[in-house]
């Protein structure tokens, strides 16, 4: 269903995530946006579960000569709203199929996966790939890579593995995905059969109208999430007010490190920007490559629970000093709502992948740095899940971890 835009002759793709419920989905488009600083429209959720769907747009890359416009969305899981599903996989020019890994979860999987192949056989034209994204990698019923690939032989999907509540892996599979819908665009193109236009999915407001007069079908007792009251994956938690910002003039024992924190804070660009929901909390993004990030959970009723958190939290720090960015800190700030909260700053720098793609560094290179990264963390028991997309290098060759902090564990709130 690719077009080619009349006006800049760009090549607009459609490129849909599909799989089972609590697979990942969200998860994987909102790590996918914050990785292009692009916000998603997710129109409703109902406990954490997508509605309608996620959209974002991405413009990036170039095919021909010609620039390329990504349409990206993610459907709902849930069997009740398999008219809502239909409408955008028979207008994709490629599936990322987030699959769930986790034993428990696999036969509802494999069961999605060949309800998906069936479908798009059906399709007209040259095929539609499927890029599965072996999700919950991390989890410890996950079944093994060989045991994933035998099982998935016959359905003819590349597979790239992921955690997509941390992001590692997300990239890496919509990367590919864009290959496999380049090669249908060209395939089209050479019979004669892409069509020009400005959009493949749709104006996103009239779609979502239309989603909303189509029939629901009910829902399977089967259906229920696996796992799901322990280890779900994080999905934006709709809150009508968003918390305050922080900023410069938290209180003295509220940032850490003492001094080199609030120097950071100090370094934050003047903005008017309003916090925005993420899959697992809040963010901000402002000018100058700075991220701003609270974790969903991390909301205290008083000041002196929030410092008890905030201390336990930069002991994490404090260990992992050797291996984490210099620049950034972690603060708590007043919510706004006479509460207090746990944020994260942290600067933007490139990671290993992004050195890759440039040409920085040789793949072997960035293999090598995230393993030295891994090491160090498992040495030290530090929870960070390393990975080439938040792990980058210092100016002295050395592997830093450039992403989010987990959240403090435990604690009265």
């Given amino acids: 269903?690719?077009?080619?835009?009349?006006?800049?002759?760009?090549?607009?793709?459609?490129?849909?995530?599909?799989?089972?419920?609590?697979?990942?989905?969200?998860?994987?488009?909102?790590?996918?946006?914050?990785?292009?600083?692009?916000?998603?429209?997710?129109?409703?959720?109902?406990?954490?579960?997508?509605?309608?769907?996620?959209?974002?747009?991405?413009?990036?890359?170039?095919?021909?000569?010609?620039?390329?416009?990504?349409?990206?969305?993610?459907?709902?899981?849930?069997?009740?709203?398999?008219?809502?599903?239909?409408?955008?996989?028979?207008?994709?020019?490629?599936?990322?199929?987030?699959?769930?890994?986790?034993?428990?979860?696999?036969?509802t999987t494999l069961d999605r996966l060949h309800d998906l192949v069936r479908r798009l056989a059906l399709r007209p034209g040259t095929p539609v790939g499927v890029v599965f994204q072996a999700n919950h990698r991390d989890h410890p019923t996950a079944l093994p890579l060989d045991e994933l690939r035998t099982a998935l032989a016959a359905a003819r999907v590349a597979i790239v593995e992921s955690t997509a509540h941390d992001g590692g892996g997300v990239r890496e599979a919509f990367v590919f995905a864009i290959r496999l819908a380049l090669d249908r665009v060209r395939a089209e193109q050479a019979a004669g059969r892409l069509a020009t236009g400005r959009t493949v999915l749709g104006d996103r407001d009239e779609v979502l109208g239309?989603?909303?007069?189509?029939?629901?079908?009910?829902?399977?007792?089967?259906?229920?999430?696996?796992?799901?009251?322990?280890?779900?994956?994080?999905?934006?938690?709709?809150?009508?007010?968003?918390?305050?910002?922080?900023?410069v003039d938290v209180p003295v024992g509220c940032v850490w490190p003492p001094v080199d924190g609030r120097i950071v804070l100090g370094a934050l660009p003047p903005h008017r920007q309003t916090v925005t929901a993420a899959p697992d909390g809040w963010q901000l993004q402002l000018p100058g490559g700075w991220r701003v990030h609270s974790w969903r959970d991390a909301r205290y009723r008083d000041l002196d629970r929030a410092r008890g958190a905030l201390i336990a939290w930069a002991g994490t720090h404090a260990r992992a000093g050797d291996v984490l960015s210099a620049r950034r800190c972690v603060l708590v700030a007043a919510d706004g709502a006479s509460g207090?909260?746990?944020?994260?700053?942290?600067?933007?720098?490139?990671?290993?992948?992004?050195?890759?793609?440039?040409?920085?560094?040789?793949?072997?290179?960035?293999?090598?740095?995230?393993?030295?990264?891994?090491?160090?963390?498992?040495?030290h028991d530090l929870a960070l899940a390393c990975a080439l997309d938040n792990v980058g290098v210092d100016d002295a060759g050395r592997p830093r971890f450039v992403g989010l902090v987990p959240a403090p564990v435990g604690g009265a709130r």
């Avoid at 989603?211 to 009508?240: H, I, N, Q, S, Y």
């Avoid at 942290?346 to 960035?366: I, K, N, Q, S, Y």
């Fill in 210 to 247: 239309v989603l909303r007069g189509l029939a629901v079908e009910p829902a399977p007792p089967e259906e229920e999430p696996v796992d799901a009251a322990v280890d779900a994956t994080p999905t934006p938690t709709p809150v009508a007010t968003p918390p305050a910002p922080p900023s």
């Fill in 1 to 107: 269903m690719a077009v080619v835009d009349p006006e800049d002759h760009a090549i607009v793709l459609s490129v849909v995530y599909d799989g089972p419920p609590r697979a990942g989905k969200t998860s994987s488009v909102y790590a996918l946006a914050r990785g292009f600083g692009r916000e998603v429209c997710t129109p409703e959720a109902r406990d954490g579960r997508t509605v309608f769907f996620d959209w974002v747009e991405h413009t990036g890359g170039r095919f021909d000569g010609n620039p390329l416009r990504c349409e990206i969305a993610s459907v709902p899981g849930q069997r009740r709203w398999v008219r809502r599903r239909a409408l955008f996989l028979d207008r994709a020019d490629v599936i990322v199929f987030v699959g769930d890994t986790r034993a428990r979860a696999w036969a």
């Fill in 340 to 379: 207090w909260r746990l944020w994260q700053v942290v600067a933007d720098e490139p990671t290993l992948r992004e050195r890759t793609d440039a040409g920085d560094l040789t793949p072997a290179a960035a293999t090598a740095l995230l393993a030295a990264a891994r090491h160090h963390c498992a040495r």
